[in-house]
């Protein structure tokens, strides 16, 4: 099967990420998110973003306007039938995963490849809310997504070869390196980076450092480009705390609970970059 149209449902930070990258790469993007200010204020950040890279070299005026006329916005699901693949990217929750999932499955031909870009649930489990477990498979993109260079390709237990094979050279395509990964709880990335997080926000939580004093230890000392909790802020604490409930929950191991401040400060609404204020203020 040849791959010319991708669908992105889930405009936010990933979503928009994901269909600038695949629109720039030349395949044809439908956009998707439940109304239009979500879907208009996503292609501002993608119009914002590539202005950058005209304005750095990396991407050429006329590529930047071929790349923006490849993406058609859409609310709701329709409009995604004549895609080969389409990339769910709503947000980190297993119901809301598995009612786009469905609906997807109802409505796209049969030989097209559904993915998901969560950065935790299982791929199998999510497979398991469709009629083609076969063609369903995680593409877990980095963000922000122009930047970063992984993909974590994600088998689900029924995932075939051909639709692996695929998904990775689709990740090829769009610049970035995709990298095969089994099946668990948080994948490789989230199962180290969420617990080092985790342990940051108890470092603040017990009053061994303030937020500052943490990251800058693991800027200077540890040579991070970013502090943890700064990297928190900019993911999202409600993601992070998602994250980690999935891991707690299905590897059983008391070591990934999250910290109480970081439950305490998602009940308050601080979630960081997004919301204006996390461990710091935006």
Not at 66 to 88: D, M, P, Y
Not at 188 to 213: C, D, F, H, K, W
């Amino acid at each position: 099967m040849n791959i010319e149209k991708i669908g992105v449902v889930g405009a936010g930070q990933m979503g928009n990420g994901i269909a600038h990258v695949a629109a720039l790469a030349g395949f044809n993007v439908v956009l998707a998110d439940v109304s239009r200010e979500l879907v208009d204020r996503a292609i501002s950040t993608i119009t914002k973003n590539v202005d950058r890279q005209v304005a750095k070299g990396s991407v050429t005026a006329e590529a930047k306007e071929k790349a923006l006329g490849r993406i058609t916005t859409v609310t709701g699901l329709e409009g995604h039938e004549s895609c080969q693949l389409v990339i769910e990217a709503v947000v980190e929750d297993a119901d809301i995963k598995a009612a786009v999932i469905r609906e997807l499955d109802r409505r796209l031909a049969a030989e097209a490849i559904l993915a998901s870009n969560t950065s935790s649930i299982s791929i199998t489990k999510l497979a398991a809310f469709t009629k083609r477990p076969e063609k369903f498979i995680g593409m877990h993109f980095m963000n922000p997504v122009p930047m970063m260079q992984l993909v974590e390709v994600i088998r689900g237990l029924a995932t075939s070869d051909e639709t692996f094979a695929l998904v990775g050279g689709v990740a090829k395509t769009m610049g970035k390196t995709p990298v095969e990964v089994n099946d668990y709880p948080g994948f490789v990335s989230n199962r180290v980076l969420m617990p080092m997080i985790n342990e940051a926000i108890y470092a603040v939580y017990e009053g061994v450092a303030t937020p500052q004093a943490v990251d800058t230890v693991m800027k200077l000392g540890m040579n991070h480009p970013m502090g943890p909790l700064t990297l928190a802020d900019f993911i999202g604490l409600d993601t992070c705390l998602a994250i980690l409930r999935v891991l707690h929950e299905g590897l059983g191991d008391p070591k990934y609970r999250p910290c109480p401040l970081l439950v305490k400060m998602v009940d308050a609404g601080w979630l960081g970059k997004k919301s204006g204020r996390g461990f710091y203020s935006y």
